[in-house]
């Protein structure tokens, strides 16, 4: 059979191009975007508070794979009516002021953003049902030391333990609390918040979700319950969703229950830094001291001989530091 077609048109023959359009390097400048907060994260559709308007809207292509949170203030172009049906595009996240992080667990190196832009992190904690885990309060404190967060304790349901056991254990650390009882005032808690962006974190059934209702009535955040036989709580927040509390006088971040608090992105260094008087104490430590209990030549251990340190102070410290390393699951 001959060859259909001759040595000279197969030496000329090109195969058709696909039709492209030209790459440029120009990208949109994006001008007539607008900024606005993400207040909350649902299947890859973010619900933004734009200039007092609700707008939904997805992330543009350009972003990749960079993650979007709650409390990231982003620029939007696009629909921004927030009309029903409408679909604003985040185009742009602004540098974070914080971000509050953790792990799965202790050995895993993918960390996860909670939330950013919060300047004060509420550890809510329940006196009794459930009863108190101190370690899981220490990790919590530990993320928000290295965050750069202003931690607060939030002690709940103190109608049914007294909060002097739990207190004593933190108050050499200096961490700021409040102390409510069910369907008590709420000033001392309101007084906290003024003023700042908080993000609140607890374990399922300690309250926070009726505190969070009782701040903002319209929240409507579902209340679970504790079960009698574990003693947990059952999650009843499925996502982290951002609050305007009453006459703009803050912000409240509530977030899902959680059961542990990984910590392997976390630093001793950065753990100490949080402390400046105990930070400048251990200027003569060894290179690579830790600045834990038993560490040689550690200069925690020779302020404390000195009378320069406060030992309950540097005691509470070894336990954050101790909190880190151990399990993430309480």
């Known amino acids: 059979m001959s060859n259909r077609y001759s040595d000279h048109d197969q030496e000329h023959y090109e195969r058709p191009r696909r039709r492209t359009r030209p790459r440029t390097k120009d990208r949109p400048t994006y001008d007539d975007a607008v900024e606005g907060v993400v207040v909350t994260v649902d299947r890859g559709r973010y619900t933004l508070l734009l200039n007092g308007t609700i707008v939904m809207a997805m992330k ?6 960079k993650g979007v949170v709650v409390g990231d203030r982003v620029r939007v172009v696009g629909d921004v009516t927030g009309n029903d049906g409408s679909l604003a595009r985040i185009v742009e996240v602004v540098e974070r002021t914080t971000t509050l992080r953790r792990t799965a667990d202790d050995d895993d ?12 992190l509420v550890v809510v904690a329940a006196l009794a049902d459930p009863e108190p885990r101190p370690r899981l309060i220490d ?27 739990l207190l004593s254990t933190y108050r050499s650390l200096g961490v700021p609390y409040v102390v409510t009882e069910r369907g008590g005032p709420l000033d001392e808690v309101r007084a906290v918040l003024k003023g700042h962006v908080s993000v609140l974190v607890g374990h399922s059934g300690v309250g926070k979700s009726t505190l ?10 579902e209340v679970g319950h504790v079960n009698a036989v574990t003693g947990r709580g059952r999650h009843t927040s499925t996502s982290a969703y951002m609050l305007a509390l009453p006459d703009d006088t803050g912000w409240i971040i509530d977030t899902p229950g959680i059961r542990s608090f990984g910590l392997a992105h976390v630093d001793p260094s950065d753990l100490i830094g949080a402390f ?23 200069g925690l251990d ?6 320069e340190a406060d030992p309950d102070r540097v005691e509470s410290f070894r336990r954050l530091l101790t909190a880190r ?3 993430p699951d309480y």
Do not use: F
């Open 276 to 298: 400046p008087d105990l930070d400048e104490m251990t200027e003569d430590c060894p290179r690579g001291c830790t600045h834990g209990e038993g560490t040689p030549e550690c």
């Open 109 to 120: 190196p993918v960390e996860r953003v909670i939330v950013s832009n919060a300047d004060q």
């Open 139 to 165: 990790r919590a404190l530990v993320a928000a030391y290295a965050s750069g967060m202003k931690p607060v304790l939030c002690l709940t349901k103190a109608d049914l333990a007294d909060p002097e056991t």
């Open 325 to 327: 390393e151990g399990s």
């Open 302 to 307: 020779a302020a404390v001989i000195a009378g």
């Open 60 to 65: 543009s292509r350009p972003l990749g794979r």
């Open 212 to 221: 969070v209702n009782a701040l903002v009535p319209a929240a409507h955040r």
